[in-house]
């Protein structure tokens, strides 16, 4: 009998417990599909290991967007091209980018409304032990960059400004921009186009910079949104919430310096504290406004030309 009344408990234990797992169960897809919900309402936005993103990490982490009233999240890639596929697949609505893959992503479908211009800056700089000391020297030396973006346009400008061939500058496609700095530091690339933060790692080891896109007067950075949320209420209100979000951010990087907020730095570029000890320290962050039609002008005809040269290349009609 004693036996019998263990095997009804061990059973009835058992049962409890498979209700208990069940209902865990039950629970977690009912967490994950509110979740699903909630991302799916809120306004994402793709951004970079890069210092033109700041002013969105200082307004992530400082809880700007809830305190005006916005559910509005940041969602993190390694390259900006991965943020313009999540762009086009229609997992974020709004990216931090260019001015040249903006142009890219509407060839390639998607209409986009800049609603800031950064004032993200671009230096090439060369392998301290490739011993290249100006543009001319890029001859038969490889070159990181990204297909269709500021970098490539840069790329191109630095080759025509001493009139190099272009195929005797050899253009490696490498999106991540941690992993381009990586390979300068294990001396696997030549030469490279880097922004803030990873241009003053580059720097701090002596690498030699032979080209500043803020010299060259270009304003290529951008903060786009797809042009099709301002039909939608709620979405539009979201976008207002950004923008407010980005200037109080702003004004407080401003008032503070780009070291003030350090820390952010670091967490959110994967960069030492070094690398934040060594930053420009006239760095300055203006409040969100439309790109200069120029610069928009800019990019669009350098990149027609290039997909133009490319599409002839393909077709095997012609070369560059």
Same mark, same amino acid.
């Given at each position: ?6 095997i ?6 058992l049962?409890?417990?498979g ?14 599909a ?7 309402a809120?306004?994402?936005?793709a951004?970079?290991?890069? !210092?033109?993103?700041? %002013?969105?990490?200082? #307004? @992530? ?6 305190? &005006?009233?916005?559910?509005?999240? =940041?969602?993190y890639?390694?390259?900006?091209m ?6 086009l ?5 709004c ?10 992503i ?28 100006n ?9 990181a960059?990204?297909r ?8 191109d400008?630095?080759?025509?400004s ?24 294990n ?5 490279? !186009?880097?922004?803030? %933060?990873q241009?003053? #790692? @580059?720097?701090i080891?002596k690498?030699?910079? &032979?080209?500043?896109?803020?010299? =060259? ?5 951008a903060?786009a ?10 979405r ?6 950004l ?7 702003c ?11 350090g ?15 060594r ?10 406004a ?7 002008d ?5 990149l027609?030309e290039?997909?133009?040269?490319d ?9 560059k």
């Open positions: 009998m004693k036996h019998i009344v263990f009804l408990l061990s059973v009835a234990m049962v409890a417990c209700q208990s797992y069940e209902e865990k169960k039950l629970q977690t897809r009912q967490q994950r509110r979740q699903a919900r909630e991302d799916s809120a306004l994402k936005i951004v970079t290991p890069t !210092l033109d993103c700041l %002013p969105l990490y200082v #307004a @992530a982490d400082y809880g700007l967007f809830g305190t &005006l009233g916005a559910d509005v999240r =940041l969602k890639y390694a390259a900006r991965d943020c313009d596929e999540a762009m697949a229609g997992r974020v609505e990216t931090v980018t260019d001015l040249v893959r903006g142009q890219y509407m060839e390639r479908g998607m209409p986009l409304e800049y609603v800031a211009a950064t004032d993200a800056c671009w230096q090439l700089i060369t392998n301290r032990n490739a011993r290249i000391r543009l001319k020297q890029l001859n038969d030396k490889m070159l960059m990204t269709y973006s500021a970098t490539d346009l840069l790329g400008y630095a080759v025509d001493v009139k190099l061939k272009p195929e005797m500058v050899f253009r490696i496609q490498i999106n991540d921009v941690n992993l381009r700095l990586k390979m300068l530091e001396n696997e690339m030549d030469a490279m !186009l880097l922004t803030e %933060p241009a003053t #790692a @580059a720097r080891r690498h030699p910079v &032979l080209m500043d896109s803020r010299k =060259l007067g270009l304003r290529l950075g903060v949104v797809r042009a099709d949320l301002k039909k939608d209420t709620a539009s209100r979201q976008v207002d919430v923008i407010k979000a980005y200037d109080m951010a004004d407080s990087i401003n008032k503070y310096g780009v070291r003030g907020y820390e952010a730095i670091a967490r959110h570029c994967k960069v030492s504290r070094e690398v934040v000890g930053l420009p320290e006239d760095m300055k962050f203006v409040h969100a439309s790109p200069r039609k120029a610069d928009i800019y990019a669009e005809a350098w027609r290039r997909m133009e040269s599409a002839t290349i393909q077709s095997g009609d012609g070369s």
